[in-house]
Protein backbone atom coordinates (compact mmCIF):
# COMPACT_ATOMS: atom_id res chain seq x y z
CA UNK A 1 0.00 0.00 0.00
CA UNK A 2 1.27 3.48 -0.70
CA UNK A 3 1.01 6.24 1.73
CA UNK A 4 0.78 9.82 0.25
CA UNK A 5 2.81 12.34 1.82
CA UNK A 6 0.76 13.93 3.92
CA UNK A 7 -0.36 10.61 6.02
CA UNK A 8 3.48 9.50 6.73
CA UNK A 9 3.99 13.45 8.20
CA UNK A 10 1.21 12.53 10.40
CA UNK A 11 2.61 9.18 11.09
CA UNK A 12 5.83 10.49 12.32
CA UNK A 13 4.55 12.83 14.19
CA UNK A 14 2.61 10.09 15.98
CA UNK A 15 5.39 8.36 16.56
CA UNK A 16 7.47 11.18 18.02
CA UNK A 17 4.35 12.18 20.49
CA UNK A 18 4.47 8.62 21.75
CA UNK A 19 8.08 8.53 22.01
CA UNK A 20 8.35 11.68 23.96
CA UNK A 21 5.49 10.51 26.37
CA UNK A 22 7.20 7.00 26.96
CA UNK A 23 10.76 9.24 27.34
CA UNK A 24 8.96 12.02 30.15
CA UNK A 25 9.17 9.46 33.08
CA UNK A 26 12.57 8.52 32.63
CA UNK A 27 13.75 12.16 32.34
CA UNK A 28 11.69 13.03 35.41
CA UNK A 29 13.02 10.21 37.40
CA UNK A 30 16.55 11.92 37.10
CA UNK A 31 14.96 15.34 38.02
CA UNK A 32 16.01 16.56 41.47
CA UNK A 33 12.97 16.99 43.94
CA UNK A 34 13.96 20.84 43.89
CA UNK A 35 13.07 21.40 39.88
CA UNK A 36 15.97 22.70 39.30
CA UNK A 37 18.21 21.09 36.92
CA UNK A 38 19.95 23.94 35.42
CA UNK A 39 21.22 25.82 37.97
CA UNK A 40 23.81 24.14 40.82
CA UNK A 41 24.08 27.06 43.05
CA UNK A 42 24.20 25.10 46.29
CA UNK A 43 25.44 21.84 44.88
CA UNK A 44 28.04 20.37 46.51
CA UNK A 45 28.62 23.17 49.52
CA UNK A 46 28.62 23.82 52.90
CA UNK A 47 25.90 26.89 53.47
CA UNK A 48 25.18 28.97 56.29
CA UNK A 49 21.69 29.81 56.97
CA UNK A 50 19.91 31.65 59.43
CA UNK A 51 16.49 32.11 61.02
CA UNK A 52 15.54 35.36 62.00
CA UNK A 53 12.39 34.94 63.19
CA UNK A 54 10.34 34.96 66.40
CA UNK A 55 7.92 31.95 67.23
CA UNK A 56 3.77 33.48 67.73
CA UNK A 57 4.59 36.55 65.69
CA UNK A 58 1.88 38.26 63.70
CA UNK A 59 -0.35 35.87 65.38
CA UNK A 60 0.99 32.92 63.66
CA UNK A 61 0.81 30.92 66.65
CA UNK A 62 3.17 28.23 65.71
CA UNK A 63 6.59 26.97 65.45
CA UNK A 64 7.55 28.81 62.86
CA UNK A 65 11.55 28.38 63.56
CA UNK A 66 11.21 24.98 63.56
CA UNK A 67 8.92 24.53 60.42
CA UNK A 68 11.61 26.60 58.89
CA UNK A 69 14.51 24.56 60.44
CA UNK A 70 12.93 21.12 58.75
CA UNK A 71 12.37 22.73 55.24
CA UNK A 72 16.27 23.66 55.31
CA UNK A 73 17.12 20.37 55.98
CA UNK A 74 14.71 19.63 52.97
CA UNK A 75 16.28 22.12 50.87
CA UNK A 76 19.75 20.88 51.62
CA UNK A 77 18.72 17.11 50.63
CA UNK A 78 17.01 18.29 48.00
CA UNK A 79 20.22 20.19 46.52
CA UNK A 80 22.78 18.41 47.22
CA UNK A 81 24.34 20.14 49.71
CA UNK A 82 25.47 20.36 53.27
CA UNK A 83 23.87 23.00 55.58
CA UNK A 84 24.71 24.52 59.20
CA UNK A 85 21.31 26.46 60.68
CA UNK A 86 22.20 29.18 62.95
CA UNK A 87 19.45 31.08 65.32
CA UNK A 88 19.76 34.82 64.15
CA UNK A 89 21.42 36.61 67.39
CA UNK A 90 19.63 40.12 67.69
CA UNK A 91 23.25 41.48 68.08
CA UNK A 92 24.36 41.03 64.80
CA UNK A 93 23.12 42.31 61.94
CA UNK A 94 22.48 38.75 59.37
CA UNK A 95 21.58 41.25 56.71
CA UNK A 96 25.13 42.60 56.26
CA UNK A 97 26.30 38.89 56.83
CA UNK A 98 24.20 37.73 53.93
CA UNK A 99 25.75 41.08 51.72
CA UNK A 100 29.28 39.97 52.72
CA UNK A 101 29.06 36.52 51.84
CA UNK A 102 29.27 34.98 55.52
CA UNK A 103 25.65 33.16 55.36
CA UNK A 104 23.79 32.22 52.99
CA UNK A 105 20.26 32.37 53.56
CA UNK A 106 18.80 34.22 55.87
CA UNK A 107 14.82 33.43 56.62
CA UNK A 108 13.19 36.13 58.09
CA UNK A 109 9.23 38.30 58.24
CA UNK A 110 8.63 39.68 55.53
CA UNK A 111 7.39 42.49 57.48
CA UNK A 112 10.79 43.08 58.85
CA UNK A 113 12.97 43.34 55.69
CA UNK A 114 11.99 47.01 54.88
CA UNK A 115 14.43 48.31 52.50
CA UNK A 116 17.26 46.53 52.72
CA UNK A 117 19.68 46.83 49.87
CA UNK A 118 21.36 44.21 47.86
CA UNK A 119 19.31 41.45 49.13
CA UNK A 120 16.72 38.92 47.03
CA UNK A 121 13.87 38.02 48.61
CA UNK A 122 12.22 34.54 47.48
CA UNK A 123 8.34 34.23 47.29
CA UNK A 124 6.93 33.80 50.28
CA UNK A 125 7.29 30.22 51.70
CA UNK A 126 3.76 30.93 53.86
CA UNK A 127 1.51 33.54 55.15
CA UNK A 128 4.32 35.92 55.95
CA UNK A 129 8.21 34.42 56.13
CA UNK A 130 10.50 35.28 53.21
CA UNK A 131 13.90 33.39 52.64
CA UNK A 132 16.60 36.69 51.66
CA UNK A 133 19.85 34.81 49.28
CA UNK A 134 22.20 38.16 47.46
CA UNK A 135 22.81 36.99 44.29
CA UNK A 136 20.08 36.34 41.67
CA UNK A 137 20.68 32.74 40.44
CA UNK A 138 20.39 31.79 44.25
CA UNK A 139 17.19 33.27 44.17
CA UNK A 140 15.70 31.21 41.12
CA UNK A 141 16.89 28.16 42.49
CA UNK A 142 15.45 28.99 46.13
CA UNK A 143 12.26 30.08 44.45
CA UNK A 144 11.89 26.77 42.00
CA UNK A 145 12.38 25.22 44.97
CA UNK A 146 9.36 26.84 47.12
CA UNK A 147 7.43 26.34 44.07
CA UNK A 148 7.92 22.84 44.03
CA UNK A 149 8.01 22.05 47.87
CA UNK A 150 4.58 23.72 48.44
CA UNK A 151 2.61 21.92 45.69
CA UNK A 152 3.35 18.44 47.67
CA UNK A 153 1.64 16.88 50.39
CA UNK A 154 5.10 16.93 52.55
CA UNK A 155 4.90 20.92 52.94
CA UNK A 156 1.27 20.63 53.78
CA UNK A 157 1.62 18.23 56.36
CA UNK A 158 4.64 19.71 57.78
CA UNK A 159 3.06 22.93 58.25
CA UNK A 160 -0.02 21.56 59.43
CA UNK A 161 2.33 19.70 62.36
CA UNK A 162 3.79 23.21 63.65
CA UNK A 163 0.82 25.11 63.27
CA UNK A 164 -2.38 24.92 65.68
CA UNK A 165 -3.07 25.03 69.49
CA UNK A 166 -0.64 23.31 71.49
CA UNK A 167 -1.04 24.04 74.82
CA UNK A 168 -2.60 21.22 76.91
CA UNK A 169 -5.15 22.83 79.05
CA UNK A 170 -6.92 24.57 76.00
CA UNK A 171 -6.84 21.14 74.08
CA UNK A 172 -8.31 19.46 77.22
CA UNK A 173 -10.96 22.17 77.50
CA UNK A 174 -12.12 21.54 74.28
CA UNK A 175 -11.60 17.92 74.57
CA UNK A 176 -9.59 17.24 72.28
CA UNK A 177 -8.36 13.43 71.84
CA UNK A 178 -5.08 13.20 69.26
CA UNK A 179 -2.03 10.37 68.80
CA UNK A 180 0.03 13.60 68.64
CA UNK A 181 1.04 16.31 71.08
CA UNK A 182 4.12 18.12 69.26
CA UNK A 183 5.86 18.00 65.65
CA UNK A 184 9.09 15.58 67.66
CA UNK A 185 6.91 13.08 68.99
CA UNK A 186 8.69 10.32 67.80
CA UNK A 187 12.19 12.02 68.82
CA UNK A 188 10.62 12.15 72.33
CA UNK A 189 9.61 8.59 72.23
CA UNK A 190 12.96 7.36 71.52
CA UNK A 191 14.47 9.26 74.22
CA UNK A 192 11.75 8.98 76.78
CA UNK A 193 12.21 5.22 75.89
CA UNK A 194 16.28 5.25 76.49
CA UNK A 195 15.07 7.40 80.07
CA UNK A 196 12.10 4.41 80.71
CA UNK A 197 9.74 7.01 80.66
CA UNK A 198 6.52 7.71 79.35
CA UNK A 199 7.18 9.60 76.24
CA UNK A 200 4.23 11.94 77.56
CA UNK A 201 6.28 12.93 80.84
CA UNK A 202 8.99 13.83 78.60
CA UNK A 203 6.92 15.62 76.50
CA UNK A 204 5.44 17.69 79.74
CA UNK A 205 9.12 18.46 80.53
CA UNK A 206 9.58 19.95 77.24
CA UNK A 207 6.81 22.12 77.15
CA UNK A 208 7.08 23.23 80.63
CA UNK A 209 10.29 24.02 79.22
CA UNK A 210 10.11 25.76 75.58
CA UNK A 211 6.77 24.71 74.61
CA UNK A 212 7.88 23.49 71.90
CA UNK A 213 10.05 26.18 70.35
CA UNK A 214 13.48 25.41 69.08
CA UNK A 215 14.25 28.94 69.54
CA UNK A 216 13.53 29.40 73.15
CA UNK A 217 16.33 31.28 74.53
CA UNK A 218 16.05 31.75 79.02
CA UNK A 219 17.92 34.85 80.42
CA UNK A 220 20.22 32.39 81.53
CA UNK A 221 21.46 31.30 78.37
CA UNK A 222 19.08 28.03 78.33
CA UNK A 223 18.51 26.92 74.98
CA UNK A 224 16.39 24.51 72.67
CA UNK A 225 13.39 22.33 73.52
CA UNK A 226 14.80 20.98 76.80
CA UNK A 227 16.63 24.89 77.54
CA UNK A 228 19.90 23.24 77.86
CA UNK A 229 22.97 25.06 78.78
CA UNK A 230 26.00 25.43 76.54
CA UNK A 231 28.21 23.91 79.47
CA UNK A 232 26.15 20.76 79.75
CA UNK A 233 25.47 21.00 76.59
CA UNK A 234 29.32 20.82 75.86
CA UNK A 235 29.86 18.21 78.84
CA UNK A 236 27.78 15.43 77.16
CA UNK A 237 29.51 16.59 73.45
CA UNK A 238 26.49 18.19 72.22
CA UNK A 239 27.56 21.37 70.04
CA UNK A 240 24.52 22.36 68.07
CA UNK A 241 21.25 23.13 70.92
CA UNK A 242 19.24 24.76 68.12
CA UNK A 243 19.12 21.23 66.55
CA UNK A 244 16.08 19.39 67.68
CA UNK A 245 17.70 15.64 68.29
CA UNK A 246 20.91 17.16 69.67
CA UNK A 247 19.10 19.43 72.24
CA UNK A 248 17.00 16.38 73.69
CA UNK A 249 20.07 13.86 73.73
CA UNK A 250 21.96 16.52 75.81
CA UNK A 251 18.81 17.46 78.23
CA UNK A 252 17.97 13.65 78.22
CA UNK A 253 21.36 12.51 79.23
CA UNK A 254 21.49 14.88 82.09
CA UNK A 255 18.02 13.63 83.04
CA UNK A 256 19.31 10.28 83.03
CA UNK A 257 23.04 10.84 85.04
CA UNK A 258 20.55 12.71 87.66
CA UNK A 259 18.68 9.85 87.44
CA UNK A 260 20.94 7.42 88.31
CA UNK A 261 21.57 9.34 91.60
CA UNK A 262 18.36 8.61 93.00
CA UNK A 263 17.68 4.93 91.97
CA UNK A 264 21.01 4.32 93.78
CA UNK A 265 18.91 6.28 96.77
CA UNK A 266 16.32 3.53 96.93
CA UNK A 267 14.11 5.62 94.48
CA UNK A 268 11.50 4.62 91.72
CA UNK A 269 8.47 5.05 90.02
CA UNK A 270 7.45 8.55 90.21
CA UNK A 271 9.47 9.85 93.35
CA UNK A 272 12.56 9.58 91.19
CA UNK A 273 11.20 11.06 88.44
CA UNK A 274 10.09 13.97 90.62
CA UNK A 275 13.79 14.30 92.07
CA UNK A 276 15.70 14.02 88.95
CA UNK A 277 12.95 16.90 87.74
CA UNK A 278 13.85 18.99 90.53
CA UNK A 279 17.63 18.75 90.19
CA UNK A 280 17.40 19.28 86.79
CA UNK A 281 15.20 22.74 87.51
CA UNK A 282 17.45 23.77 90.70
CA UNK A 283 20.99 21.84 90.51
CA UNK A 284 21.98 18.33 91.88
CA UNK A 285 23.68 20.29 95.14
CA UNK A 286 20.51 22.18 96.31
CA UNK A 287 18.42 18.90 96.07
CA UNK A 288 20.97 17.14 97.91
CA UNK A 289 20.96 19.97 100.40
CA UNK A 290 16.74 19.50 100.59
CA UNK A 291 17.87 15.65 101.54
CA UNK A 292 20.08 15.73 103.75
CA UNK A 293 18.11 18.32 105.86
CA UNK A 294 14.95 16.10 105.89
CA UNK A 295 17.26 13.20 106.82
CA UNK A 296 18.35 15.58 109.53
CA UNK A 297 15.35 16.32 110.85
CA UNK A 298 14.05 12.52 110.52
CA UNK A 299 11.97 13.64 107.32
CA UNK A 300 11.95 10.54 104.47
CA UNK A 301 14.56 12.19 102.43
CA UNK A 302 13.43 10.11 99.40
CA UNK A 303 9.54 11.01 99.26
CA UNK A 304 8.78 14.53 97.27
CA UNK A 305 6.27 15.90 99.45
CA UNK A 306 7.83 15.11 102.86
CA UNK A 307 11.23 17.29 101.00
CA UNK A 308 9.01 20.15 100.37
CA UNK A 309 7.60 20.22 103.64
CA UNK A 310 11.27 21.22 105.08
CA UNK A 311 12.08 23.40 102.66
CA UNK A 312 10.29 26.95 104.18
CA UNK A 313 12.83 26.03 107.14
CA UNK A 314 15.79 26.40 104.54
CA UNK A 315 14.50 30.00 103.79
CA UNK A 316 15.16 31.15 107.13
CA UNK A 317 18.65 32.46 108.32
CA UNK A 318 18.98 29.77 111.32
CA UNK A 319 19.47 27.23 107.97
CA UNK A 320 23.39 28.69 107.80
CA UNK A 321 23.88 26.83 111.04
CA UNK A 322 22.70 23.52 109.77
CA UNK A 323 26.05 21.00 109.11
CA UNK A 324 23.79 19.00 106.69
CA UNK A 325 23.49 22.53 103.81
CA UNK A 326 25.99 23.11 102.29
CA UNK A 327 25.28 25.55 99.84
CA UNK A 328 23.31 27.84 102.20
CA UNK A 329 19.76 29.54 102.00
CA UNK A 330 17.24 27.56 99.48
CA UNK A 331 13.69 29.49 98.45
CA UNK A 332 12.30 26.55 96.57
CA UNK A 333 9.41 28.79 95.27
CA UNK A 334 10.47 28.04 91.76
CA UNK A 335 11.91 24.37 91.97
CA UNK A 336 8.34 23.43 93.81
CA UNK A 337 6.45 25.44 91.37
CA UNK A 338 8.51 23.76 88.12
CA UNK A 339 7.68 20.12 89.85
CA UNK A 340 3.82 20.89 90.24
CA UNK A 341 3.54 21.98 86.66
CA UNK A 342 5.34 19.42 84.79
CA UNK A 343 3.06 17.05 86.30
CA UNK A 344 -0.19 18.98 85.86
CA UNK A 345 0.66 19.33 82.34
CA UNK A 346 1.81 15.37 82.09
CA UNK A 347 -1.82 14.41 83.37
CA UNK A 348 -3.26 16.58 80.70
CA UNK A 349 -0.73 15.21 77.90
CA UNK A 350 -2.11 11.72 78.81
CA UNK A 351 -5.96 13.07 78.30
CA UNK A 352 -5.35 14.24 74.77
CA UNK A 353 -3.29 11.04 74.06
CA UNK A 354 -4.90 8.07 76.34
CA UNK A 355 -2.52 5.55 74.14
CA UNK A 356 1.33 5.63 76.00
Known sequence: MIFSEKRKRRFRNVVISMLIICAMPLLESGRPLSGARSTDYFAGKEIVCAIDLCDDMYGSHGLETGFNYQL?????????????IVAANKKENWTDSLAAG???????????VGEAEGLNLSRKIDDCTVWAVKEEGQLRQVNTWISHITSMDYFQDAKASYTGTFNPYKRV?????????????????????????????LAAVIYQESKFSINSTS???????????????????????????KNLKAGTSHLKR?????????????????????AYNAGEGRIADCRNFAESRQINKNSWEEVVSIIPLMREESILQEESVRLG??????????????MSLYNAFCQI???S
Open 173 to 201: ERGVVSKTLSPYDNLIKKYASDLGWDWRM
Open 219 to 245: HRGARGLMQVMPKTAEYYGIDDLLDPE
Open 258 to 278: LQRLYAKSGMEGLEMVKFTLA
Open 72 to 84: LNKFAEDNKCSIR
Open 329 to 342: KFEGYETIAYIDSV
Open 102 to 112: SADIVIMHNAE
Open 353 to 355: CPQ
